[in-house]
C-alpha cells in the first residue's frame, strides 16, 4: 500500500521533470543561440511576483506566472534600445522583480512557508493537475517550436536574412516570448523560479559540442533535459537532497563531461 | 536605363531617420530587370540602409518602395554573425527558410563556385568562402533581383575581381538584375551597366563614364585628373582604410 503510493509521487514527479526538460531544452537551444540567458532570467524571477499575484487574487499559479512573464516581456521591449545596454536594463529587472515578489509574497497570509517550494521547486508535490498543465504547456512550447522553426532559424541568424524573405523578426521574438513564458510558468513547480533559466541553458550548452546541425542541437537538449530530470530525481530519492537543485546538478554534469570530451582532439 | 519594361523596385521620395538622424533624404531612383546596378558612396552615406529598406527590414519616414508584384528578391547582407553555439552547416544555411533539394543546393553552390563547401560549418569559412555561400543562398529562389551588400568585403584584389566576374557571369545565366553596395571604384566601374553616387541622397547616377566625371562624384571621392586614373588613385590612396574593422561601423545602422 505505502510502495503503491510511493510509486505514484515519484512517477508524477518524472514525468513532470521529462515534461519540463523535453520543452526547455529546444527553447533553451534558441535561448543560447539568440544569448537570451538574461532574458531568461528577468522572466523566470518576475515568476515569483506573478505567485505573490497569483495567491492575493486566488488565480491559479499558473496564470498569474504567465501574465506576469509576458508583462515583463513586454516591459523589456519598451525598454531596451533607450540608452541602457541589454545586460544592464536586463540585470535591473530580473532583480527588481524579484525582489518585489519577494516582499509582495510576505503580504500573502499563509504563503511564507511555501516560498522555498516557489523559489526551488517542489517536485515531489506534483499533482495530477499539475501534470496536465506541464504536458499541456510542453506540447504547446514544442508545437510552437516546430511550427515556426525555420522562420525561427533565420530571424536568429539575421533579421535583415529573415525580412527578405518575407519573415517578421518582430513575429518570431514575441513566438519566443510567448513560449519562454510558458516554460517559465510551468517549470516553476519542477525546479523552481531561480533555477528555471538553468534547465534552458545547461542542456542546450551540453548538446552544442557534438551537433552539427541546430536540428539536431535541439534534440540533444531535449534528450539531456529529460535524462537530467530522471537522473537528478533517482539521486534526490537516493541522497535525500532537494529535487530540483538535484536536477541542475545532474545537467551541469552532463555539461562537464560534453564539454571535456569535446576538447579532446577528434579522431579521423 | 531606358526600357520600357515595368522596374523591379521603385524608390520614390524616400526618407529614412534612424535614431534622430536623418540617413535618406529624397532617394528616387528604379531598377530595371537585367541591369547591374552599384551604389557607391563614403561610409555613413546610408548604402546599407537603402538596401534594408528595399527589403523591408526598415521602414520609410517618408516616401515609398514599391517592389513589382510577385518580385524575388535574393539578398546577401554585408555581415552575418553566426552565433559560435549555432552549429550549421553549409547545406542547412542553404534550406533556410524554405527547405532545398540536394541537387538545388548543388547546383547553386556549383554556380557560386563553392561547390566543394556543402558539409562544412559556416564558422569555419574563410571571408571569401562565406561571401560565396552568401550569393549561393541568394540564388536559390531564383531571384529576378540580386541585392548584395558590400559582396566583395574583405577579399583581396584579384579575389574581388573574381568575384565581380562571377556576378555578371550569374547575371547572364540568370538573367536577373543586380544592385549592389561597394567600396572599389575601379572594379565597380568595370562591372556595372549604372552607378549610383549616393550621400545621404543620390549625389549623381548614370553609366561609369558619366558618373566618374561628374564634378558631384568627384567632389566625393578625390581630385584626380582624369577618368580610370584618379579612381585607381583614390583606390590606393585609401588602401589602409578598408580593413574588415573599419567596415563595421559603415553607415550607422542599427
Not at chain 1, 537532497?241 to 579522431?267: D, E, K, N
Request: charged share 15%; hydrophobic share 50%; with cysteine.
Amino acid at each position: 500500500m505505502m510502495m503503491a503510493v510511493l510509486d505514484d509521487f515519484l512517477v508524477r514527479a518524472a514525468l513532470a521533470g521529462v515534461g519540463v526538460g523535453l520543452a526547455a531544452g529546444p527553447l533553451g537551444a534558441f535561448v543560447v543561440w539568440r544569448r537570451m540567458a538574461y532574458f531568461g532570467d528577468a522572466t523566470a524571477h518576475a515568476a515569483i511576483l506573478g505567485v505573490a499575484l497569483s495567491l492575493a487574487f486566488s488565480l491559479s499559479i499558473f496564470t498569474g506566472t504567465l501574465a506576469v512573464a509576458l508583462a515583463m516581456a513586454w516591459v523589456v521591449a519598451l525598454l531596451s534600445g533607450r540608452g541602457l545596454a541589454m545586460d544592464t536594463l536586463l540585470g535591473v529587472l530580473a532583480h527588481s522583480a524579484l525582489a518585489f515578489g519577494l516582499v509582495a509574497v510576505s503580504f500573502v497570509q499563509g504563503v511564507r512557508i511555501d516560498l522555498m517550494a516557489y523559489l526551488f521547486g517542489d517536485i515531489l508535490a506534483v499533482g495530477r493537475i499539475d501534470l496536465v498543465v506541464i504536458w499541456g504547456g510542453a506540447a504547446m512550447v514544442l508545437g510552437l517550436l516546430a511550427w515556426r522553426w525555420n522562420a525561427l532559424l533565420t530571424s536568429t541568424l539575421s533579421d535583415e536574412l529573415a525580412c527578405a524573405a518575407g519573415i517578421d523578426p518582430r513575429r518570431e521574438r514575441l513566438v519566443l516570448t510567448l513560449a519562454l513564458a510558458v516554460v517559465v510558468a510551468v517549470a516553476i513547480k519542477v525546479v523552481g523560479a531561480l533555477l528555471i533559466t538553468a534547465m534552458l541553458i545547461i542542456p542546450a550548452a551540453a548538446s552544442r559540442p557534438f551537433a552539427t546541425t541546430p536540428e539536431r542541437m535541439a534534440v540533444a537538449a531535449a534528450a539531456i533535459g529529460a535524462l537530467s530530470a530522471l537522473g537528478g530525481l533517482r539521486l534526490a530519492y537516493l541522497a535525500d537532497t532537494p529535487a530540483g537543485p538535484t536536477i541542475v546538478c545532474v545537467a551541469a554534469l552532463f555539461f562537464t563531461v560534453s564539454t571535456v570530451l569535446g576538447l579532446l582532439p577528434r579522431r579521423g | 536605363m531606358n526600357a520600357p519594361a515595368t522596374p523591379l523596385v521603385t524608390l520614390s521620395g524616400l526618407d529614412v531617420t534612424l535614431g534622430r538622424q536623418r540617413v535618406l533624404r529624397g532617394v528616387d531612383f528604379a531598377i530595371s530587370p537585367g541591369e547591374i546596378v552599384t551604389i557607391v558612396g563614403p561610409n555613413g552615406s546610408g548604402k546599407s540602409t537603402l538596401l534594408r529598406a528595399i527589403i523591408g527590414a526598415i521602414r520609410p519616414s517618408a516616401g515609398s518602395v514599391r517592389h513589382k508584384p510577385g518580385l524575388r528578391l535574393g539578398y546577401a547582407p554585408q555581415r552575418l554573425h553566426i552565433d559560435p553555439t549555432l552549429p550549421l552547416t553549409v547545406r542547412r544555411f542553404l534550406g533556410l527558410p524554405k527547405r532545398v533539394t540536394d541537387a538545388a543546393a548543388r547546383e547553386a553552390l556549383d554556380e557560386a563556385g563553392a561547390g566543394d563547401l556543402r558539409t562544412r560549418q559556416m564558422s569555419d569559412l574563410s571571408g571569401g568562402q562565406f561571401q560565396r555561400v552568401l550569393l549561393a543562398r541568394a540564388l536559390l529562389g531564383k531571384p529576378d533581383l540580386l541585392l548584395l551588400d558590400e559582396p566583395t568585403q574583405g577579399l583581396d584584389q584579384p579575389g574581388s575581381a573574381a568575384f565581380y566576374r562571377l556576378i555578371a557571369d550569374v547575371r547572364r545565366r540568370y538573367g536577373c538584375a543586380v544592385l549592389m553596395v561597394s567600396h572599389e571604384l575601379h572594379v565597380v566601374m568595370a562591372a556595372s551597366d549604372r552607378v549610383i553616387c549616393l550621400n545621404g541622397h543620390v549625389c549623381c547616377e548614370g553609366a561609369p563614364e558619366h558618373v566618374a566625371s561628374a564634378p558631384e562624384y568627384r567632389a566625393l571621392f578625390g581630385t584626380g585628373t582624369g577618368g580610370a586614373l584618379a579612381l585607381y588613385r583614390h583606390e590606393h590612396d585609401h588602401a589602409h582604410d578598408h580593413s574588415p574593422k573599419e567596415h563595421t561601423h559603415d553607415d550607422g545602422c542599427a
